[in-house]
């Protein structure tokens, strides 16, 4: 979409041509509003130059966010995993297509140089593939049947726990987003995410990929603002089931804890990780911790009251 | 060509009491759901020829119990349904007319009167339609009513709230009360409310329960709830009629009714019923659409084929 | 009046596929000719026409090829399993477009509807690649230890009734595992194979990882027996099983084998019976029964016989038989005329030895091979068509009176492939199926598949599980 030799960035007003400035936009139940405080801050890049106005999430915008997820969440959970991987891919692949301009995005955002930020968004991409291909294999992976002492079918599944809040990392706005992001959404839960609050914008542009991604609306929600006010709300709201707590500093996240314990929502607790260790191949975890395990039971019986034998 | 016996109804002994009746319904195969979906899905993708087509369209057409049921129908509304049912195209002549009209009982006399000298029936919903929440001589009030008014039809329908509850005998009472109070003139339709009955488990009992107390039609829905006619649930009533034809001798007719609104729709049921019963049910006496928005979309497809260019609504009457 | 409702000839259009006339074997990313310079002709059987002529690899091909993928093997199996994931993504993705027109292909060269390769062999084969191109970068949690290694060269051979999907079912996860392949299809189905090659080239998969050699028996004998190859990977008929595993006797080379079977289908007087109905015309017509799966001998509680049968001729009289092509066909054309004869002969025999032969008015067409859906009652275990396979649109009927029976006769068979049972009754269902010998067993449903899905047999329907999780360990040195 952007000619590489013209740099289209705000700042960069010196070419003939001026250029369009893109108002960000939260992303909640498939649509692009503005926040509902009519409030929105500055995002700066690393050298703190201006880059755009973000929107300023207010609680009933979290609210709205919440109704949207719950909405979305029976569709979702129920479609089949195989859907969903096709889905998870559509994600990379339209990302893939807007390769250019997400790695501008994350080089302002964390004042990377370019290749670094093309590394940052490349393993952006091959994640959602990478979880894509997760949705029809953790089920076999963590579920199956049980060899229970009587005459019982005795089948254990995981389903998806709910509604998530996903708080996300701070330092790493795209590759750390997407990092705790697909894993949540892969397995069947809906997400409301609350951007870097520094830099929100790789998040905020995500979202115009998912509505593109046959991604039904509400089952990802992006939020931005300040994520001290948004998320105390949140994890106290009754309606949501889980909270990933990776973008919350140490008192953030105890207070957060706490507030989650009201109807004992998972909590995923924030682990420390530099920006390197992003990079690395995930394990199951980060789905595992937004599963739930259902068991069910069965009796297989006896074929007859005959006894006769063949 | 097997008709409905009038008399003696067929199965009787199983209606002896509450109990009885419930064995035997409750002895009926039961029906694997992913499995009737699939078939009637799979029926779905059949495609005819052109030629065929037109006489889907004609046929399908004179199948159409046009219906308005509102609270704000006037006699003028339903002087113009009736118009349309006996000439639906206005600028062709050799468009069939609709089955018949459905109109509530207050209306039946201004819609005997719009289709006076057609062969076009008109069809009343009956029994304090459509919830059926009345006293029995209410609804027999409401019965009789039509009846005296000229309607030629009735559309009735069940207890669901008995149904659900267990009380067969009860829903079954109420439907031979009712067909006797439409007297020989009147066929009965005997609608189940498919959506309340939720389950096809008991949508084969209502079936079967419907027909052993003397329905002339075994219709799906009143076409005022979320879910109304499905080429499954029809394909499993289908089923039914067949079945109870292969037993009693006695041949049913069968109306799915609400959210049948294009010819591709119908034509898939009409390929439903082919399939299922065939030729004998491929004729207006023993298959009906409930359907109201649905005839243009008929009048619409039959244009397209005389004249090879889409049409549009603009073509079309609107009443 | 009523007989005007016809279903109008639907043909799917022929224009969406190119077939060239002559295409070479597949070696090392290259379409070359045969060394001895042999063809052979593939027909359609529904019309017998020519299709394509189509070279046939000899031994020095097999040669070749297996050392295309020996050489392949070396940097494919270490390429990262992410790497290798993405080109299986791309196949599934490159499939997924191109499935009408391969849809088209397999139906002109197998001669079945085309409803069927649309609806079903397509969808199977994109979803299959799709599963496994996901298990690329996970085998650490199939279940295997920790980064299980490939074996090397897999050498697959496959059968004509499936002849896309039978390849998606060898290729994916050989490949996903990081093991190369050389894989030889059948002689009368090898046109979706070699269009896979191309796919495989779009998709920038490196050469030699993917070898495509068409030929006959004597192709797979040789690629089977080759030295350098690791795997060997088998599915059709028993009897070939048998000499693959002699043949393979003594080496370290891994087997598994997909084979023939006699698939149970058992309805309880308490079954769904118009679904029933459904699922036993499924059983046995899908594919006009050459299916190794299929439900060939049908087994219904006597106390429900006679109603089920009445149903199930009913339903019958309204299959359509004929042009493959067209959407509304429900039984298309016999493979081959060879395969016909084994039909005719096998149905000759019941006949022969007493069984009832039923068929509904069906006109067949004149040229091409074709026969009708053929049901068979009053069969015992005793008859030949109660215990060979016939692959072929042909039931037969027997009886039973408990479930002990049923599912006594239903083991009584050299095969143990697949099995379905019809009840209404959760714990019967299970209480059976434990009881089978089979290795897939449906129950109010039958031949379903899905990727994620293990399938293979026990007894003499072979060994060694494809599809699922399961299906990695074929491929994997563990």
């Given at each position: 979409?952007?000619?590489?030799?013209?740099?289209?960035?705000?700042?960069?007003?010196?070419?003939?041509?001026?250029?369009?400035?893109?108002?960000?936009?939260?992303?909640?139940?498939?649509?692009?509003?503005r926040?509902?405080?009519?409030?929105?801050?500055?995002?700066?890049?690393?050298?703190?130059?201006?880059?755009?106005n973000?929107?300023?999430?207010?609680r009933?915008?979290?609210?709205?966010?919440?109704?949207?997820?719950?909405?979305?969440?029976?569709?979702?959970?129920?479609?089949?995993?195989?859907?969903?991987?096709?889905?998870?891919?559509?994600?990379?692949?339209?990302?893939?297509?807007?390769?250019?301009?997400?790695?501008?995005?994350?080089?302002?955002?964390?004042?990377?140089?370019?290749?670094k930020?093309?590394?940052?968004?490349?393993?952006?991409?091959?994640?959602?593939?990478?979880?894509?291909?997760?949705?029809?294999?953790?089920?076999?992976?963590?579920g199956?049947?049980?060899?229970?002492?009587?005459?019982?079918?005795?089948?254990?599944?995981?389903?998806?726990?709910?509604?998530?809040?996903?708080?996300?990392?701070?330092?790493?706005?795209?590759?750390?987003?997407?990092?705790v992001?697909?894993?949540?959404?892969?397995?069947?839960?809906?997400?409301?995410?609350?951007?870097?609050?520094?830099?929100?914008?790789?998040?905020?542009?995500?979202?115009?990929?998912?509505?593109?991604?046959?991604?039904?609306?509400?089952?990802?929600?992006?939020?931005?603002?300040?994520?001290?006010?948004?998320?105390?709300?949140?994890?106290?709201?009754?309606?949501?089931?889980?909270?990933?707590?990776a973008?919350?500093?140490?008192?953030?996240?105890?207070?957060?804890?706490?507030?989650?314990?009201?109807?004992?929502?998972?909590?995923?607790?924030?682990?420390?990780?530099?920006?390197?260790?992003?990079?690395?191949?995930?394990?199951?975890?980060?789905?595992?911790?937004?599963?739930?395990?259902?068991?069910?039971?069965?009796?297989?019986?006896?074929?007859?009251?005959?006894?006769?034998?063949? | 060509?097997?008709?409905?016996?009038?008399?003696?109804?067929?199965?009787?002994?199983?209606?002896?009491?509450?109990?009885?009746?419930?064995?035997?319904?409750?002895?009926?195969?039961?029906?694997?759901?992913?499995?009737?979906?699939?078939?009637?899905?799979?029926?779905?993708?059949?495609?005819?020829?052109?030629?065929?087509?037109?006489?889907?369209?004609?046929?399908?057409?004179?199948?159409?119990?046009?219906?308005?049921?509102?609270?704000?129908?006037?006699?003028g509304?339903?002087?113009?349904?009736?118009?349309?049912?006996?000439?639906?195209?206005?600028?062709?002549?050799?468009?069939?007319?609709?089955?018949?009209?459905?109109?509530?009982?207050?209306?039946?006399?201004?819609?005997?009167?719009?289709?006076?000298?057609?062969?076009?029936?008109?069809?009343?919903?009956?029994?304090?339609?459509?919830?059926?929440?009345?006293?029995?001589?209410?609804?027999?009030?409401?019965?009789?009513?039509?009846?005296?008014?000229?309607?030629?039809?009735?559309?009735?329908?069940?207890?669901?709230?008995?149904?659900?509850?267990?009380?067969?005998?009860?829903?079954?009472?109420?439907?031979?009360?009712?067909?006797?109070?439409?007297?020989?003139?009147?066929?009965?339709?005997?609608?189940?409310?498919?959506?309340?009955?939720?389950?096809?488990?008991?949508?084969?009992?209502?079936?079967?329960?419907?027909?052993?107390?003397?329905?002339?039609?075994?219709?799906?829905?009143?076409?005022?709830?979320?879910?109304?006619?499905?080429?499954?649930?029809?394909?499993?009533?289908?089923?039914?009629?067949?079945?109870?034809?292969?037993?009693?001798?006695?041949?049913?007719?069968?109306?799915?009714?609400?959210?049948?609104?294009?010819?591709?729709?119908?034509?898939?049921?009409?390929?439903?019923?082919?399939?299922?019963?065939?030729?004998?049910?491929?004729?207006?006496?023993?298959?009906?659409?409930?359907?109201?928005?649905?005839?243009?979309?008929?009048?619409?497809?039959?244009?397209?084929?005389?004249?090879?260019?889409?049409?549009?609504?603009?073509?079309?009457?609107?009443? | 009046?009523?007989?005007?409702?016809?279903?109008?000839?639907?043909?799917?259009?022929?224009?969406?596929?190119?077939?060239?006339?002559?295409?070479g074997?597949?070696?090392?990313?290259?379409?070359?000719?045969?060394?001895?310079?042999?063809?052979?002709?593939?027909v359609?059987?529904?019309?017998e026409?020519?299709?394509?002529?189509?070279?046939?690899?000899?031994?020095?091909d097999?040669?070749?090829?297996?050392?295309?993928?020996?050489?392949?093997?070396?940097?494919?199996?270490?390429?990262?399993?992410?790497?290798?994931?993405?080109?299986?993504?791309?196949?599934?993705?490159?499939?997924q477009?191109?499935?009408?027109?391969?849809?088209?292909?397999?139906?002109?060269?197998?001669?079945?509807p085309?409803?069927?390769?649309?609806?079903?062999?397509?969808?199977?084969?994109?979803?299959?690649f799709?599963?496994?191109?996901?298990?690329a970068?996970?085998?650490?949690?199939?279940?295997?230890?920790?980064?299980?290694?490939?074996?090397?060269?897999?050498?697959?051979?496959?059968?004509?009734?499936?002849?896309?999907?039978m390849?998606?079912?060898?290729?994916?996860?050989?490949?996903?595992?990081?093991?190369?392949?050389?894989?030889?299809?059948?002689?009368?189905?090898?046109?979706?194979?070699?269009?896979?090659?191309?796919?495989?080239?779009?998709?920038?998969?490196?050469?030699?990882?993917?070898?495509?050699?068409?030929?006959?028996?004597?192709?797979?004998?040789?690629?089977?027996?080759?030295?350098?190859?690791?795997?060997?990977?088998?599915?059709?008929?028993?009897?070939?099983?048998?000499?693959?595993?002699?043949?393979?006797?003594?080496?370290?080379?891994?087997?598994?084998?997909?084979?023939?079977?006699?698939?149970?289908?058992?309805?309880?007087?308490?079954?769904?019976?118009?679904?029933?109905?459904?699922?036993?015309?499924?059983?046995?017509?899908?594919?006009?029964?050459?299916?190794?799966?299929?439900?060939?001998?049908?087994?219904?509680?006597?106390?429900?016989q006679?109603?089920l049968?009445?149903?199930?001729?009913?339903?019958?009289?309204?299959?359509?038989?004929?042009?493959?092509l067209?959407?509304?066909?429900?039984?298309?054309?016999?493979?081959?005329?060879?395969?016909?004869?084994?039909?005719?002969?096998?149905?000759?025999?019941?006949?022969?030895?007493?069984?009832?032969?039923?068929?509904?008015?069906?006109?067949?067409?004149?040229?091409?091979?074709?026969?009708?859906?053929?049901?068979?009652?009053?069969?015992?275990?005793a008859?030949?068509?109660?215990?060979?396979?016939?692959?072929?649109?042909?039931?037969?009927?027997?009886?039973?009176?408990?479930?002990?029976?049923?599912?006594?006769?239903?083991?009584?068979?050299?095969?143990?492939?697949?099995?379905?049972?019809?009840?209404e009754?959760?714990?019967?269902?299970l209480?059976?199926?434990?009881?089978?010998?089979?290795?897939?067993?449906?129950?109010?449903?039958?031949?379903?598949?899905?990727?994620?899905?293990?399938?293979?047999?026990?007894?003499?329907?072979?060994?060694?599980?494809?599809?699922?999780?399961?299906?990695?360990?074929?491929?994997?040195?563990?």
């Amino acid at each position: 979409m952007s000619d590489p030799r013209v740099d289209t960035r705000p700042d960069a007003r010196s070419d003939a041509r001026l250029s369009v400035f893109k108002t960000y936009k939260l992303y909640v139940g498939g649509k692009f509003p503005r926040s509902e405080s009519g409030r929105v801050y500055e995002v700066s890049d690393a050298k703190d130059k201006w880059l755009a106005n973000a929107p300023l999430s207010s609680r009933k915008d979290a609210r709205d966010a919440v109704v949207a997820a719950r909405k979305a969440f029976g569709g979702w959970a129920g479609a089949t995993a195989y859907n969903r991987g096709q889905i998870l891919y559509r994600v990379a692949e339209m990302l893939e297509g807007r390769r250019e301009q997400f790695v501008r995005e994350v080089a302002d955002a964390e004042g990377l140089s370019k290749p670094k930020a093309t590394a940052q968004v490349d393993a952006a991409i091959d994640r959602w593939v990478w979880y894509a291909g997760w949705t029809d294999k953790i089920a076999q992976v963590v579920g199956g049947g049980n060899p229970v002492a009587g005459p019982y079918f005795n089948l254990s599944s995981p389903e998806p726990t709910g509604v998530v809040v996903v708080l996300a990392p701070q330092e790493s706005s795209f590759l750390g987003l997407v990092s705790v992001l697909a894993p949540v959404i892969a397995t069947g839960n809906t997400a409301i995410v609350v951007a870097s609050e520094k830099s929100p914008l790789p998040a905020l542009s995500l979202g115009e990929v998912l509505a593109t991604s046959d991604v039904p609306g509400g089952v990802v929600n992006i939020l931005s603002g300040r994520t001290a006010e948004i998320t105390p709300s949140l994890a106290a709201h009754q309606d949501v089931n889980a909270i990933d707590l990776a973008g919350a500093d140490e008192v953030l996240a105890k207070e957060l804890e706490i507030a989650a314990a009201d109807n004992l929502k998972r909590v995923l607790r924030p682990q420390t990780v530099d920006s390197a260790q992003w990079f690395a191949t995930p394990g199951t975890e980060r789905m595992t911790a937004f599963l739930e395990t259902k068991t069910v039971w069965h009796p297989t019986g006896s074929l007859g009251a005959s006894g006769s034998s063949y | 060509m097997p008709t409905t016996a009038s008399t003696a109804l067929p199965l009787k002994d199983v209606t002896a009491s509450d109990s009885t009746l419930r064995r035997y319904l409750h002895g009926l195969p039961g029906v694997d759901a992913v499995g009737l979906e699939a078939r009637a899905a799979s029926l779905g993708t059949r495609s005819i020829k052109t030629t065929a087509k037109a006489y889907a369209i004609d046929l399908a057409i004179s199948m159409v119990d046009l219906t308005t049921l509102e609270g704000a129908d006037t006699p003028g509304k339903v002087r113009a349904l009736g118009a349309k049912a006996v000439r639906p195209d206005p600028t062709d002549r050799t468009a069939p007319a609709t089955a018949a009209v459905c109109v509530y009982p207050d209306m039946v006399a201004v819609a005997k009167e719009a289709v006076a000298g057609s062969a076009v029936k008109v069809a009343s919903v009956a029994t304090a339609f459509p919830a059926g929440r009345a006293a029995l001589g209410v609804k027999l009030a409401d019965v009789r009513d039509a009846v005296a008014a000229g309607a030629d039809e009735i559309d009735m329908v069940i207890d669901r709230g008995a149904f659900l509850a267990g009380n067969y005998l009860k829903v079954y009472e109420e439907i031979v009360a009712v067909k006797e109070a439409c007297g020989a003139s009147a066929r009965l339709k005997v609608i189940f409310e498919t959506g309340e009955l939720s389950t096809y488990d008991n949508i084969r009992r209502a079936s079967w329960l419907g027909m052993i107390a003397g329905a002339d039609f075994i219709k799906t829905s009143t076409g005022k709830v979320a879910v109304n006619a499905t080429p499954a649930n029809t394909l499993l009533m289908l089923e039914a009629v067949r079945d109870f034809r292969a037993q009693t001798g006695v041949q049913v007719g069968v109306k799915p009714a609400g959210g049948i609104r294009t010819t591709k729709d119908a034509v898939k049921f009409l390929v439903v019923v082919n399939e299922t019963v065939g030729e004998d049910w491929l004729d207006n006496h023993w298959f009906r659409f409930g359907a109201s928005s649905l005839l243009n979309d008929l009048l619409m497809q039959r244009q397209k084929l005389a004249t090879g260019r889409y049409s549009g609504p603009d073509y079309v009457t609107v009443d | 009046m009523a007989s005007v409702f016809e279903y109008a000839p639907a043909p799917e259009s022929r224009a969406v596929v190119d077939i060239a006339p002559s295409y070479g074997l597949f070696i090392d990313g290259e379409f070359v000719e045969a060394a001895e310079g042999r063809v052979f002709k593939t027909v359609s059987p529904s019309t017998e026409e020519v299709l394509s002529e189509v070279a046939q690899a000899g031994e020095a091909d097999v040669e070749r090829a297996v050392k295309a993928a020996r050489k392949a093997f070396e940097k494919w199996s270490a390429l990262p399993g992410a790497e290798r994931a993405k080109y299986l993504f791309r196949i599934a993705r490159i499939i997924q477009e191109r499935s009408r027109e391969l849809a088209v292909l397999e139906t002109l060269d197998n001669g079945k509807p085309i409803k069927e390769t649309r609806d079903a062999d397509l969808p199977l084969v994109a979803a299959h690649f799709f599963y496994y191109a996901g298990w690329a970068d996970k085998l650490d949690h199939a279940g295997y230890g920790t980064n299980p290694r490939p074996l090397g060269v897999a050498g697959q051979v496959i059968p004509w009734n499936f002849p896309l999907l039978m390849l998606a079912w060898k290729i994916a996860p050989a490949l996903a595992t990081g093991n190369t392949v050389v894989l030889k299809p059948a002689e009368t189905t090898p046109l979706s194979a070699l269009f896979f090659a191309d796919i495989c080239r779009q998709a920038g998969l490196p050469k030699g990882v993917v070898n495509i050699l068409p030929g006959y028996g004597d192709t797979g004998a040789a690629l089977v027996a080759h030295p350098d190859v690791n795997k060997v990977a088998f599915t059709g008929s028993t009897a070939v099983g048998k000499e693959i595993a002699r043949t393979v006797a003594g080496t370290r080379k891994k087997l598994t084998l997909e084979l023939g079977g006699k698939g149970a289908n058992i309805v309880f007087d308490d079954a769904p019976i118009d679904q029933a109905v459904e699922g036993i015309v499924t059983g046995i017509f899908f594919n006009q029964g050459q299916v190794c799966c299929a439900g060939s001998r049908l087994l219904v509680q006597e106390s429900v016989q006679d109603e089920l049968l009445d149903s199930l001729k009913r339903r019958l009289s309204t299959l359509r038989l004929g042009d493959p092509l067209d959407k509304n066909t429900d039984i298309g054309a016999i493979n081959s005329a060879e395969q016909l004869a084994r039909i005719t002969s096998l149905v000759e025999a019941g006949e022969a030895e007493g069984a009832e032969r039923w068929s509904p008015a069906c006109e067949l067409p004149s040229s091409g091979y074709w026969f009708a859906p053929t049901l068979f009652t009053n069969v015992t275990q005793a008859h030949t068509i109660a215990r060979d396979e016939i692959f072929g649109p042909v039931l037969s009927v027997l009886t039973f009176r408990t479930p002990d029976e049923a599912v006594a006769k239903a083991n009584n068979t050299q095969y143990g492939l697949s099995a379905g049972i019809w009840t209404e009754k959760g714990s019967r269902i299970l209480a059976v199926a434990n009881k089978l010998r089979a290795g897939v067993v449906w129950s109010n449903t039958f031949n379903k598949f899905d990727p994620t899905s293990p399938f293979g047999g026990y007894k003499e329907s072979g060994f060694g599980r494809e599809g699922g999780r399961h299906g990695l360990e074929a491929y994997l040195d563990v």
